[in-house]
């Protein structure tokens, strides 16, 4: 069974992600910030990891960042979900490692669903 790590702050959506992902047949691990999520990854590494930008703690950019330069880490794929839709905002994180960059007011979970499914196969 494929893993998928959430980091996301909001309740609401983090428990969307939550059961859509589970019905459609992956593991999900819940995280609720970027601090929380690097120490999910020392212990256990996802097939992917769908990061949320703006998160207490540690924000997504910081997790990116860490992310990206850990040997073990820097191969899993990353989908950023952000309410920051600003050209720049997008370009960082593509240009830091991001695999995809969905903006939330946009987000189809059945959109999400196949750019995973694109990504691990």
């Known amino acids: 069974m ?16 939550r059961v859509k992902l589970t019905k459609e047949g992956y593991e999900v691990k819940m995280t609720a910030d970027g601090e929380e999520l690097i120490e999910s990854l020392k212990t256990d590494t996802p097939d992917l990891i769908i990061l949320d930008l703006l998160m207490p703690k540690k924000d997504g950019f910081e997790a990116l960042k860490e992310i990206k330069e850990n040997p073990q880490w820097k191969n899993i794929p990353v989908i950023i979900a952000s309410n920051l839709g600003q050209t720049n905002d997008i370009d960082q994180g593509m240009k830091m490692g991001a695999n995809d960059y969905i903006v939330k007011s946009d987000l189809s979970l059945e959109d999400l669903v196949q750019k995973i499914k694109d990504l691990i196969k």
């Open 2 to 17: 494929k893993k998928i790590t959430v980091a996301e702050d909001d309740q609401f959506l983090s428990n969307a992600y």
